[in-house]
């Protein structure tokens, strides 16, 4: 067994510990990565049910960073599926020759400081051991996959299976009844393309989502150069916006325009590509819940119109929040697929589960029989991939004990007690509430300066003060509390995770706010760090 000693270890291959092995390199260490899988890029490497894709623009959740894979890659569709996405990512992985310092089918279980050393130790699943000054978690926000407690779920004889644990081969449902649970993001794009070929597709809906259209379309090879050139100018926009989007809030209050002013507006973006109708609406319907009550009954509203069974409409409308409290699901024809003679929506706040069986589902008041049940029942968000490491601090205190009453964090990228770790898109940071390659980029580079600013000053150790600490999470809920995010039970707020304390777990400040701050962290010399 190697007992290794590495410059920097970082865990996950995905989008941001990619590109953090790639920075890191450039400083000339010696950098290992542990990757569970056997492939790059994690969340489209993961995520490959029916009908996953981007509900960012493509060419805003790229890396933006090499000219050189900006010219060779071309999107084809503005919102492009999985296949594309993990080809992408194997593209950039190649032409960054990542590969030779990431081992694969290495699974991190345990990580702890060796106090006086300056070093983490980690250890993979098998028992091996490997060193280094510096730990870099990559891990994800929504990689720690959740079943739902459902009892039962093993006796089914049919085949199962979470969105996000999907197999490489692709599952043909035709002639099969199949039965989704989960009505989130995930469940939204699964429904709308399971539905075209399932013998009948049984939807289980705890609460409805507030949908709207995705809008997408191809990318022609005509249209190649002119939006090749635009890609400066769209991550300018992107690096201007509050959550790194080409969108933008109106900042004029909805109050402030007519009513006829405003259904015009709200027409357009309902018609128009990706998040629009939530990020580059009026700002207040984020804000003061009389404003969003107007956004939320125009999006009843298209519901109402789109589906035309009012019963299965009002079912799918959301009642226990507003439009855009929540992550706003994208979809294409979601709601027309209740119109279609082989979909049937259960509503299970009126007759809840009581039991998977051998043969399928059982709710208060019927059998359904199924061939295939479909988990999009999420994750248990944020801080869940690191509950699922052993990480232990100076003094062997566990992160998950540390965070028992919500993540504590300095800019979501560091915890006091658990020197030289950096968290890219921890619990609290700015990148959490955003297009999240937009801020992944700031994350890794402001990682790299702080790291090389350690190298100039031969300093070994790297921890952010309890008093910085403190201040970071009051400003977290402070600005949290602003938002109407508070308001709705969301995986943002940890409410999907039985047990799990309800607390804030992202920043919702803005992406520019955040930067501001990180930059004038580092420019007063690392202020809220001990560095010796
Ligand atoms: P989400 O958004 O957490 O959605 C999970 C869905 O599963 C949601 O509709 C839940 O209903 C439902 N759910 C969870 N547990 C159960 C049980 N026990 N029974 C029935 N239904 C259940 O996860 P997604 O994967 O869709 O999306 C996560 C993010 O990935 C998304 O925001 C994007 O950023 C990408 P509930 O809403 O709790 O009533």
């Known amino acids: 067994m190697s007992n290794a000693q590495y410059d920097a270890i970082i865990i996950g291959a995905g989008i941001s510990g990619m590109y953090q092995l790639y920075r890191l390199r450039e400083l000339g260490m010696n950098v290992r990565m542990y990757e569970t899988s056997d492939g790059v890029d994690s969340t489209w490497y993961w995520n490959r049910y029916p009908g996953a894709r981007f509900d960012s623009e493509s060419y805003t959740y790229a890396y933006s960073f090499s000219e050189e894979i900006l010219k060779e890659w071309n ?33 991190v279980t345990a990580a702890k400081f060796i106090k006086g050393d300056d070093l983490w130790e980690v250890e993979l699943e098998g028992g091996e051991k490997a060193r280094a000054r510096f730990l870099i978690t990559a891990v994800g926000v929504l990689s720690a996959t959740q079943m739902p407690r459902i009892e039962g779920i093993d006796s089914f004889k049919g085949d199962y299976c979470h969105t996000s644990r999907w197999p490489k081969t692709p599952v043909d449902f035709k002639g099969k009844r199949v039965g989704v649970i989960g009505t989130g993001a995930t469940g939204v794009q699964v429904i709308q393309e399971v539905a075209k070929t399932a013998e009948h597709l049984t939807v289980f809906q705890l609460d409805a989502s507030w949908c709207a259209p995705l809008n997408n379309s191809k990318i022609t090879d005509e249209e190649q150069p002119a939006l090749k050139a635009s890609y400066p100018e769209l991550f300018k926009i992107c690096k201007e916006s509050g959550a790194g989007f080409l969108h933008q809030f109106d900042m004029r209050s909805i109050f402030d325009v007519s009513p006829e002013e405003r259904e015009a507006k709200f027409e357009k973006l309902y018609g128009e590509p990706g998040f629009g109708i939530w990020l580059a609406n009026f700002y207040d319907i984020m804000t003061d819940e009389k404003a969003n009550a107007i956004i939320t009954e125009f999006i009843a509203r298209k519901i109402r119109e789109r589906v035309k069974d009012p019963k299965v409409a009002d079912i799918l409308i959301p009642k226990d929040h507003g439009f855009g409290m929540k992550r706003v699901p994208m979809e294409t024809k979601y709601f027309e697929v209740y119109n279609q003679p082989n979909v049937t929506l259960v509503d299970l706040r009126a ?3 009581e039991r998977v069986n051998e043969t399928g589902i059982k709710t208060s008041d019927k059998q359904y029989d199924l061939d295939f049940i479909v988990y999009a029942t999420g994750f248990d968000a944020v801080t869940g991939a690191f509950k699922r490491i052993d990480i ?29 770790m950096f968290m890219l898109v921890g619990p609290h940071n700015g990148a959490t509430f955003c297009n999240i390659p937009r801020c992944i980029e700031q994350n890794v580079e402001w990682v790299t300066d702080l790291v090389k600013h350690m190298q100039n000053h031969q300093y070994k150790r790297c921890e952010a003060t309890r ?10 809920y402070e600005t949290a509390a602003g938002s109407l995010f508070t308001k709705a039970d969301s995986w943002f707020m940890g409410a999907n995770t039985p047990g799990k304390k309800r607390t804030f777990l992202l920043y919702a400040g803005g992406a520019p706010n955040y930067r501001k701050k990180c930059d004038e962290v580092a420019a007063n010399n690392y202020e809220g760090f001990k560095m010796v």
């Open 75 to 107: 999107w084809t569709e503005h919102f492009s599926g999985q296949a594309d996405n993990e080809r992408y990512f194997n593209f950039v992985a190649d032409k960054l020759d990542l590969r030779k310092d990431i081992q694969f089918n290495s699974k």
């Open 467 to 476: 008093d910085a600490e403190l201040a970071w999470t009051d400003h977290v």
């Open 351 to 353: 007759t809840p589960i």
């Open 392 to 420: 232990r601090g100076e003094d062997g205190q566990a992160l998950v004990d540390k965070w028992s009453g919500g993540p504590e964090t300095y800019l979501g990228m560091q915890v006091n007690g658990f020197p030289n």
